[in-house]
């Protein structure tokens, strides 16, 4: 019976630590998120005040509604006919990105 409850015991914590492991990990994606769009110099054009000339192409928000795969390809292949060139970032900063991104939804 004591052996079933340690057991019991440990396989909880174990789910309570993964729980808690995704939660932290995803706040700290959006977190990284921001500086991972601001050191990459994403902000002079997509961090523009509403109002501005010229205006942000597209804005955050707009950019938050896009799937992740339209994201990551706007990033990893540039838009044809626009500023937006391709930029080489790891897979962890465009998701970190699009995780941040969702709070201006």
Same mark, same amino acid.
């Given at each position: @019976?004591?052996?079933?409850?340690?057991?019991?015991?440990?396989?909880?914590?174990?789910?309570?630590? @993964?729980?808690?492991?995704?939660?932290? &990990?995803? &706040?700290?994606?959006?977190?990284?998120?921001?500086?991972?769009?601001?050191?990459?110099?994403?902000?002079?054009?997509? =961090?523009?005040?509403?109002?501005?000339?010229?205006?942000? =192409?597209?804005?955050?928000?707009?950019?938050?509604?896009?799937?992740?795969?339209?994201?990551?390809?706007?990033?990893?292949?540039?838009?044809?006919?626009?500023?937006?060139?391709?930029?080489?970032?790891?897979?962890?900063?465009?998701?970190?990105? =699009?995780?941040?991104?969702?709070?201006?939804?």
């Amino acid at each position: @019976m004591k052996k079933k409850i340690i057991l019991l015991s440990a396989v909880l914590a174990l789910g309570a630590w @993964m729980v808690l492991g995704h939660m932290t &990990s995803e &706040s700290a994606w959006a977190a990284d998120g921001k500086k991972v769009f601001m050191k990459n110099g994403c902000a002079g054009c997509h =961090y523009a005040n509403k109002g501005m000339t010229p205006s942000p =192409y597209p804005s955050k928000e707009k950019m938050a509604k896009l799937p992740f795969s339209e994201f990551s390809d706007c990033i990893t292949k540039g838009r044809p006919g626009t500023a937006m060139t391709a930029k080489s970032m790891s897979a962890g900063d465009i998701k970190a990105m =699009y995780q941040w991104l969702q709070s201006f939804k």
